[in-house]
């Protein structure tokens, strides 16, 4: 079974910074594409940025600038790192795996259960 475990979440005041973690495992031989979503209350989930394996990355526009995604593949892991940080960032922040190959088969897409953001003074 895979599991995405996400950590680095909680209160941080306008302009500051954050770093998240997702750690990926469960017998995994390789991950496509792992991404970071978020969602503030009363609004619809959005991308925040995505890297494939292969290293590309896209972000949305209103953090491009802002926050940095990477990953290690070794370690089947994706780091967010968020600066600048704006109250409008406040939000579960969750962390995606997409074409995920494991010991027991394929997975097109798995979540972790998310970690809160918020940005406040």
């Known amino acids: 079974q895979v599991q995405l475990v996400e950590s680095g979440g909680g209160l941080v005041q306008p302009g500051g910074s954050l770093r998240l973690s997702c750690a990926a495992s469960?017998?995994?031989?390789?991950?496509?594409?792992m991404g970071w979503y978020r969602q503030a209350p009363g609004k619809q989930r959005e991308l925040v940025a995505r890297i494939t394996s292969g290293g590309s990355t896209n972000y949305a526009d209103s953090v491009k600038g802002r926050f940095t995604i990477s990953r290690d593949n070794a370690k089947n892991t994706v780091y967010l790192q968020m600066n600048s940080l704006k109250p409008e960032d406040t939000a579960v922040y969750s962390c995606n795996a997409e074409g995920v190959r494991h010991k027991f088969g394929y997975l097109i897409s798995s979540w972790g259960q998310g970690t809160q953001v918020t940005v406040s003074s």
């Open positions: 469960g017998s995994i031989f390789s991950i496509d594409a």
